[in-house]
C-alpha cells in the first residue's frame, strides 16, 4: 500500500475575479522508503498541492479530490482535531525560509520541546534529552548549549537543521521538504540534502522533495514528477527523466540548464512550443 | 584590448560600533583584491554569502568607498572620498541588483523608471527622453504599452528586465550583475542570460557578474574570479579554472555543486543500492 496516494487533486482559489485553478488534476503517490521529487517553475501549483495534504491552505482555498489517504486514512474528511494529530508526527514539512519559519522569540530548544510535548507527551527532563539526541543527529555541534540560542543566533543553515530535527522529531513515515535548500550557499546545500538523504534512509522515511532546482532532483530523487501551471506534465524514474524526457516541457527545462548549453543561445521555454501549441496538450501522464 | 575595468589591492573594512559594555571590532570584508576587465568581456566574482562579494560589488559601482587600493575606470584613476564622482563617471559604470521586487520603487511608474537617470544627467529635453526609454524598453524585450505601468503589474522575469534596461539608459561601459538570475525561475533565467547576452553584443559590454551559481558562470564569463572570506583565492579565464581549480576551496564549491547528468545520477543510484 502505498503511504500518501492522491487522485485527482484540484485546488482553487477564490479570487475578486472567480476562481483560480492553482493544482489541476494531480494524481501521485509515494511508498514508503522512497524519495518522490516534484518539480515545477513558480505558479506550477508544487507547493499548493502539499499544503492541501497537510491542510494549511487558507479558507479561500477549495480542495476536491476523488481520493487522498495516508497510511490508509482519508484526509479528505478528517476533522481538524484529528489532523493536528497527524500532522507534525506522521507527516512533518520543512519550508524554504529557516530563519523565517522558526519563531524568533522563542529559543529553538523550547520550538523543539514543544513539539514532543504535544505529540508524545514527554516529560521535561526527557524533552530534553531527546532534543539533545536530535540536534546531534542533525550535526549541530555543542547541542546542549546550543538549545538555549534564539534563531537569530544561528547562520541560515543551522536554522534548517533545527527545523529539520523539529520535522524528524516523531519519527515522521513522510517527510514533506518545500524547498529546503534554496535560500542557501551551494556548500551548505549540500551537506543539508545530504543530511535529509541519510536521515531518509536511517528512518526509512518517504520524502517529498519539492524543488525548482534540477541538479536538486538529480542528487536525491528516486522518482520525479514535473508539474507545470497546475497539471502533472511528466511522471518518471529519475535516471529516465533525465536521459529520455517525453514530454516537451521537461526537455525543455533540462534545455534550459546552462550547463547542457550547446551553442551561444540557452533555449527557452517558447522556443519548445513555436509552433503555439498549448502546452499542456503536451502532457505525458 | 582596452581594459575599461581595473582595481588593485582593494581593501573595505567596516568599523563596528563598540557600544558601553563591547569594545568596537573591524570586519575586514574585502583583503587585498585586485583584477582587470577588458572591454567586452565578462569576469565572473563567485562566492559564498558573507565572502564580500557584494561589498565589492558596491565599491566597483561607486557606492562605497574602498578603504585602500587604487580603482581604475577606463585607465583613470579614481576615488570617490576626494570628489571625483563625476556625472560623466557615473554614467559609465551601472549596476543591476538582485531582487527585482525590492529594486523597483513600487510608487514610479516604469516610464519614470527609466526617465530618472535622465532628468539627473539633465540636458534631455522631455520628448527625448520618453522616444530613448521605449526603445530601450523594445531592447530588453518589453512594449511601449509598459510605460504606465507600475512594477507590482510585472512578473520577477519582467522587472529584471526593467532593471537592466534602467542600467543600460545611459548607455554605460561597465556594468555590474550582483546575482542578477537567482531569484528567477529556470526558463526565465535562460531568457535574462539571453538578453544579457545580445546586449553585450551590441553594445560592447563590460560585465561584472556576482554569482554563486556556477553552472550559470560557466555559462556567461570569460573570466572567473572565486572570493573566499574577502579574499580573491582563484583567478583565471574560465577555461583554466573550471578544467583546474588549484584552491581547496574551489574544488569543495565544484564538488557541492549539484550535478544533472544521467551519469552521476547512475552513479549515485548504484551507492544507494549499495548501502
Not at chain 1, 476536491?64 to 506522521?90: H, P, Q, Y
Not at chain 1, 536554522?159 to 517527510?175: D, G, S, T, W, Y
Not at chain 2, 535622465?118 to 520628448?127: E, K, R, S
Request: net charge neutral.
Amino acid at each position: 500500500m502505498a503511504l500518501l496516494e492522491i487522485e485527482n487533486l484540484v485546488v482553487e482559489f477564490q479570487t475578486t475575479t472567480g476562481m483560480f485553478r492553482a493544482v489541476d488534476g494531480v494524481s501521485l503517490k509515494v511508498d514508503q522508503r522512497e524519495v518522490l521529487a516534484i518539480v515545477g517553475e513558480s505558479g506550477s501549483g508544487k507547493s499548493v498541492s502539499m499544503l492541501a495534504v497537510m491542510g494549511l491552505l487558507p479558507w479561500t482555498a477549495k480542495v476536491t479530490a476523488d481520493k487522498m489517504t495516508f497510511n490508509g486514512r482519508d484526509l479528505l474528511t478528517l476533522s481538524d482535531a484529528e489532523r493536528r494529530k497527524i500532522v507534525g508526527k506522521d507527516i512533518a514539512m520543512i519550508f524554504q525560509e529557516p530563519i523565517a519559519s522558526l519563531n524568533p522569540c522563542y529559543t529553538v530548544g523550547f520550538q523543539i520541546e514543544e513539539v514532543l510535548r504535544f505529540h508524545l507527551g514527554l516529560g521535561r527532563k526527557e524533552r530534553r534529552a531527546r532534543a539533545i539526541e536530535l540536534l546531534t543527529a542533525v550535526g549541530i555541534p555543542n547541542p546542549a548549549e546550543r538549545l538555549d540560542s534564539f534563531p537569530h543566533q544561528m547562520s541560515g543553515g543551522q536554522c534548517q537543521r533545527v527545523m529539520i530535527a523539529m520535522a524528524i522529531a516523531c519519527n515522521p513515515k513522510l517527510l514533506i521538504a518545500d524547498e529546503p535548500t534554496t535560500a542557501l550557499d551551494v556548500t551548505i546545500q549540500k551537506q543539508i540534502l545530504d543530511l535529509l538523504v541519510k536521515l531518509q534512509a536511517e528512518h526509512g522515511m518517504g520524502m517529498i522533495m519539492i524543488t525548482h532546482n534540477m541538479g536538486v532532483v538529480a542528487e536525491t530523487a528516486d522518482r520525479v514528477v514535473v508539474q507545470y501551471k497546475g497539471r502533472k506534465m511528466e511522471e518518471a524514474d529519475v535516471l529516465s527523466l533525465f536521459e529520455n524526457p517525453r514530454s516537451n516541457y521537461t526537455k525543455a527545462l533540462l534545455a534550459a540548464l546552462p550547463d547542457n548549453a550547446t551553442g551561444d543561445r540557452l533555449p527557452t521555454i517558447a522556443d519548445y512550443f513555436k509552433d503555439g501549441s498549448e502546452i499542456a496538450g503536451a502532457a505525458v501522464s | 584590448m582596452s581594459v575599461v575595468l581595473e582595481a588593485k589591492n582593494i581593501v573595505r573594512d567596516y568599523q563596528l560600533p563598540g557600544g558601553l559594555f563591547s569594545k568596537g571590532g573591524v570586519v575586514h570584508a574585502v583583503k587585498g583584491v585586485s583584477f582587470s576587465v577588458e572591454k567586452g568581456k565578462t569576469l565572473a566574482i563567485v562566492g559564498e554569502s558573507g565572502c564580500g562579494k557584494s561589498t565589492l560589488a558596491r565599491i566597483l559601482t561607486l557606492i562605497d568607498p574602498a578603504t585602500s587600493g587604487d580603482l581604475f575606470i577606463k585607465g583613470k584613476k579614481v576615488d570617490i572620498t576626494k570628489g571625483d564622482l563625476t556625472k560623466d563617471l557615473r554614467r559609465e559604470v551601472q549596476i543591476v541588483f538582485q531582487n527585482p521586487y525590492g529594486s523597483l520603487n513600487p510608487r514610479q511608474k516604469i516610464g519614470d523608471v527609466l526617465t530618472a537617470p535622465l532628468v539627473i544627467q539633465g540636458n534631455v529635453p522631455a520628448d527625448e527622453r520618453r522616444e530613448r526609454a521605449m526603445m530601450m524598453l523594445k531592447k530588453v524585450g518589453l512594449g511601449e504599452e509598459h510605460y504606465n505601468r507600475y512594477p507590482h503589474m510585472f512578473s520577477g522575469g519582467q522587472r529584471q528586465r526593467i532593471a537592466i534596461a534602467r542600467a543600460l539608459m545611459l548607455n554605460p561601459s561597465l556594468l555590474v550583475l550582483d546575482e542578477p538570475v537567482s531569484a528567477l525561475d529556470l526558463s526565465v533565467q535562460a531568457q535574462v542570460l539571453n538578453l544579457l547576452a545580445d546586449l553585450q553584443d551590441e553594445f560592447n559590454l563590460t560585465y561584472v557578474f556576482i554569482s554563486h551559481d556556477l553552472s550559470v558562470v560557466r555559462y556567461i564569463a570569460d573570466e572567473v574570479m572565486v572570493m573566499y572570506f574577502g579574499e580573491a583565492v582563484e583567478y583565471g579565464t574560465r577555461e583554466a579554472v573550471f578544467a583546474d581549480p588549484k584552491h581547496d576551496y574551489t574544488k569543495t564549491l565544484f564538488a557541492a555543486t549539484p550535478k544533472a547528468d544521467p551519469a552521476s545520477i547512475r552513479a549515485r543510484l548504484a551507492r544507494k543500492n549499495a548501502a
